[in-house]
């Protein structure tokens, strides 16, 4: 923990480390001197597998009702004494934040009757997180890996800010150690330089660096020469401000208790031929609200994934559309001072739904849409958001000079 603080805290870069309620007291003199020196924070972390029990998949609808009643009751008290344990340890701790592995509806319900405000640790394309957005967001009352309408105010965080063209990985032991080959092959600062051109067209966007200290304790010289490097980057990062995890909590809340939109473009290899993250050799553009995630590839104007959290399919748990909706017309056309784009889908349900429009519209204005949102993503694209019905839809977008 101290080499990983020392290099950090060289750059004024505060941390927020988690611990259990078991571990607290063994760290507690370092945390509360790096607290009042540098602004570090604390987040409790929690493992729920024992008071839940054998059932593993912990969204299971099928669950019977009486064991979820039983976790709404018993989990709320959990949480809370591994709290005050970890207060009894350090007096001035009072962790917003918990982390866990195994993570569910009824434990974001715990935790907003406990006070708590965020839960860290999501996967994007992971196991049970399977269907999570790539970044922060509200998760819905009823599966902790959608966003919803009914939130409970608990804000979700990725364990770290991956690209959404990164492959899944295969299981948390290889969590740090990938994140750390990341840093030392400096595929995770091209990550941070996409979320920071990427801030241009969101209203606002974290990017999560998470870093094991055990593994820093075993680094070479010249890996943590590397690793200072990485901290150099990021705190000379012009319009980036670095804050705790608490304050990256408290930013997220701002904007009311609904997920925002966010918007990012990945470029080719967007993590290098060290990292070979990336799926395609076409940039790629991932988007999520509060109603859906998708995902575009260069050229194409339909998404190439959809994941609907207001319709899911049948059975879906992580709502994954299969039989996107394609455009049967096209018809754009052009006057002296005005674009005019018509596009004709056939959808089988109700669904949201989105397309891009790849190009520079730089210039142009929105005259009129009966779509939803029109947002321009600077010269990469024009993104068109709209909510399908049954049948036959008809939009249109009409720009002018």
């Not at 912990?58 to 064991?67: K, M, R």
């Not at 740090?176 to 241009?200: E, H, M, P, V």
């Not at 784009?341 to 349900?349: D, N, R, V």
Request: aromatic share 10%; with cysteine; charged share 20%.
């Amino acid at each position: 923990m101290r080499r990983l603080a020392e290099i950090a805290h060289r750059y004024d870069i505060p941390i927020t480390w988690g611990v259990g309620a078991t571990s607290a007291r063994s760290f507690a003199t370092d945390l509360t001197e790096w607290h009042t020196s540098h602004g570090d924070e604390v987040m409790l972390m929690v493992d729920i597998s024992p008071i839940w029990g054998s059932r593993a998949d912990s969204d299971d609808l099928g669950q019977s009702a009486e064991h979820i009643v039983t976790m709404r009751e018993k989990l709320p008290d959990f949480v809370s004494s591994e709290r005050d344990r970890v207060q009894r340890a350090i007096e001035w701790a009072n962790p917003l934040v918990v982390g866990a592995g195994q993570k569910n509806h009824v434990l974001l319900y715990a935790l907003a009757q406990s006070g708590f405000a965020g839960l860290w640790g999501y996967g994007w394309g992971d196991g049970e997180d399977e269907g999570c957005p790539f970044g922060c967001f509200f998760p819905s009352v009823d599966r902790h890996n959608f966003c919803g309408a009914s939130t409970s105010g608990v804000v979700g965080l990725p364990h770290t800010s991956l690209l959404p063209t990164q492959r899944p990985l295969a299981s948390e032991e290889t969590d740090d150690t990938n994140s750390q080959t990341q840093i030392l092959n400096r595929a995770a600062q091209r990550g941070f330089d996409c979320y920071a051109a990427n801030a241009k067209w969101n209203g606002w966007l974290a990017y999560i660096q998470r870093i094991d200290p055990v593994e820093v304790a075993s680094l070479t010289e010249e890996q943590l020469n590397q690793l200072d490097a990485y901290f150099a980057y990021v705190r000379e990062a012009p319009e980036t401000q670095i804050v705790s995890l608490p304050d990256v909590v408290y930013a997220c809340q701002e904007n009311g208790e609904q997920t925002q939109p966010t918007f990012l473009v990945t470029g080719p290899n967007s993590e290098g031929e060290d990292g070979a993250s990336t799926n395609s050799d076409k940039s790629i553009f991932s988007y999520y609200d509060a109603e859906c995630q998708l995902v575009f590839e260069e050229g194409k104007i339909e998404p190439i994934q959809a994941t609907n959290y207001i319709s899911p399919p049948v059975n879906s748990r992580n709502g994954a559309e299969v039989n996107l909706p394609q455009i049967e017309q096209f018809r754009p056309s052009r006057s002296r001072s005005q674009l005019r784009m018509q596009f004709t889908l056939e959808s089988a349900k109700a669904m949201p739904y989105g397309l891009a429009v790849w190009g520079n519209h730089d210039g142009l204005t929105l005259a009129t849409s009966n779509a939803q949102e029109v947002t321009w993503l600077g010269d990469r694209l024009l993104f068109v958001r709209v909510n399908l019905q049954v049948g036959k839809n008809e939009i249109e977008v009409v720009l002018t000079i």
